[in-house]
């Protein structure tokens, strides 16, 4: 089992920062790839960012320059450094965890991760 808890969500003003938090624990192999996905309201759940592979990251297009994934030595704990956010970026932000995989697949899929974080508000205002 692996438990994910999400913190460090609130409000913002366009072009401001914030700095999520996901502290994991559990069977560790588990986890091996962790990553950060949002949903807004009316539409559907999409991926973020993820760190996988032995330290690889990997952003959506819309992130991409703004927001950096990072996690502990001990991988305990998971950060998403948001910059430069924007109204659009509004949503509840989800950490989510999965085994390690290899070859062709998606780090963004939600399909390949497991375990799910209950969330954290991200509100940007303009």
């Known amino acids: 089992q692996v438990q994910l808890v999400e913190s460090s969500g609130g409000s913002v003003q366009a072009g401001g920062s914030l700095r999520l938090s996901c502290a994991a624990s559990g069977y560790i192999y588990s986890r091996d790839s962790m990553g950060w996905f949002r949903q807004a309201p009316g539409k559907e759940r999409e991926g973020v960012a993820a760190?996988?592979?032995?330290?690889?990251?990997s952003y959506a297009d819309s992130v991409k320059g703004r927001f950096t994934i990072s996690q502990d030595n001990a991988k305990t704990t998971l950060y998403l450094q948001m910059n430069s956010l924007k109204p659009e970026d509004t949503a509840m932000y989800y950490c989510a965890a999965g085994p390690r995989y290899y070859g062709d697949y998606d780090p963004l899929g939600q399909s390949y991760y497991n375990y799910w974080g209950q969330g954290t508000q991200v509100t940007v205002s303009s």
């Open positions: 760190i996988h592979g032995g330290g690889r990251t």
